[in-house]
Structure formats: C-alpha cells, structure tokens
C-alpha cells in the first residue's frame, strides 16, 4: 500500500540499488539503507530550484547546459533525448508538471488511474502508468528516495505537506520494528515514531 509522508521527510538517496516493482515489497537486511546523497543535492532539484526559485531560463539552468554538451557528443541527452528539440520538450514537460501541481496539487496515482498498485499490478498495467513517488523504507524509518525525483522536487518547492509514496524495500529491522508495535502496541517505540506513516497501519 502507499503511505502519505511529508516532503521534507525524504531527505536521502541509500545506496541500495533496487528496482521499484522487481523488488516490490521486498524486506532486505545490510547496510544498503546507508545515506549516499542528499535528494536536494542531485542534479534534477538544483535544476529545478534554478528554474522555479531563481527564476532562470531553461538554457540557463545545470541540467540544459550539460545535456546539452552531451548531445555535442553524441551522448544522449537529459532523460533521453537525442535533439535539442527533445531536450526543449522535455523541459516543457517539466514546466507542464510545476504547472499543474501548482494548481491541482499533488494527486496520488490511484487518483489518476482510479485503481491501487496492486491493481494495476494484478492488471498488467504498471508499464502503462506512471507510479507513486518511490522510496525504501531504512532501519530507523526514514525515508530513502528511489524514483520519481521531478514529482518529489516539485512537491519539496511547493512546500507540500504531504505526497504519496510507495514503499519498494523496507529494512529487516524496520520490518521487526513493525511488528513489535503490531504485537505489543506503539509505546515499545520512541513518541517521535507514534505518527509513522509507516506504523499506522499496524497500530489499527
């Protein structure tokens, strides 16, 4: 199922390198949940920062310029493209996703499509849609971001309270952490866990 979490909660990439239906709901132990880069630091949100906060044309923000020089090259470009067409194109599809987050706000898949993950799943249709922002879930319950880094960082400049996400892998121990609370209540956890989005299914 997904979870409601606030933006700002998901402040890390991990270096787990899972795919986010091959290892769908899987429960991993190691040190894979290890932060590796922070979400703000990547390319795509100071690219987007750029555009949106600093008010910068498109040719002017990180992520033109360097898909740029990589078409120079021959190198495909920024998420695919070969052209500098298809490198204006998507960047007007990136304006068209501020643009409608900014006055629809964030809307979860299963309100896109009308159907859960596990029924687009069960239906064969997930190559078809886009998913839910993706995260692992690390031992201590914070969020490790996957996929869906435009949505997230639109999300995190507009300062929204809440996004849906879609938990991928969760570590052993959080997964132990889960069931402790299952079986003998939330009070076996710190008070700052009480509103895990990741805990209230099982305090019910």
């Given at each position: 199922?997904?979870?409601?979490?606030?933006?700002?909660?998901?402040?890390?990439?991990?270096?787990?390198?899972?795919?986010?239906w091959g290892n769908?709901?899987?429960?991993r132990d190691g040190r894979w949940d290890e932060p590796l880069l922070r979400f703000d630091a990547t390319p795509?949100?100071?690219?987007?920062?750029?555009?949106?906060?600093?008010?910068?044309?498109?040719?002017?923000?990180?992520?033109?310029?360097?898909g740029l020089v990589r078409l120079w090259r021959?190198?495909?470009?920024?998420?695919?493209?070969?052209?500098?067409?298809?490198?204006?194109q998507r960047c007007k599809s990136v304006d068209d996703?501020?643009?409608?987050?900014?006055?629809?706000?964030?809307?979860?898949?299963?309100?896109?499509t009308g159907k859960s993950t596990a029924e687009r799943l069960r239906d064969g249709e997930?190559?078809?849609?886009?998913?839910?922002?993706?995260?692992?879930?690390?031992?201590?319950?914070?969020?490790?971001?996957l996929d869906g880094r435009h949505r997230l960082a639109v999300a995190k400049?507009?300062?929204?309270?809440?996004?849906?996400?879609?938990?991928?892998?969760r570590h052993q121990q959080w997964q132990q952490t889960r069931r402790r609370v299952a079986e003998d209540g939330v009070d076996v956890v710190s008070t700052e866990l009480?509103?895990?989005?990741?805990?209230?299914d099982v305090q019910e």
């Amino acid at each position: 199922q997904t979870l409601e979490v606030d933006p700002a909660a998901i402040e890390w990439l991990s270096t787990g390198r899972f795919d986010k239906w091959g290892n769908l709901g899987e429960v991993r132990d190691g040190r894979w949940d290890e932060p590796l880069l922070r979400f703000d630091a990547t390319p795509t949100f100071r690219t987007l920062h750029q555009r949106y906060v600093e008010g910068k044309d498109w040719e002017e923000t990180e992520r033109y310029r360097n898909g740029l020089v990589r078409l120079w090259r021959g190198k495909r470009g920024w998420h695919g493209s070969w052209t500098e067409a298809e490198l204006k194109q998507r960047c007007k599809s990136v304006d068209d996703l501020y643009e409608r987050l900014s006055s629809e706000g964030y809307r979860s898949q299963a309100e896109l499509t009308g159907k859960s993950t596990a029924e687009r799943l069960r239906d064969g249709e997930f190559k078809r849609y886009e998913s839910d922002i993706s995260v692992h879930i690390a031992r201590d319950g914070a969020f490790r971001f996957l996929d869906g880094r435009h949505r997230l960082a639109v999300a995190k400049l507009l300062d929204f309270d809440t996004v849906t996400v879609q938990p991928v892998v969760r570590h052993q121990q959080w997964q132990q952490t889960r069931r402790r609370v299952a079986e003998d209540g939330v009070d076996v956890v710190s008070t700052e866990l009480h509103q895990h989005p990741d805990l209230l299914d099982v305090q019910e």
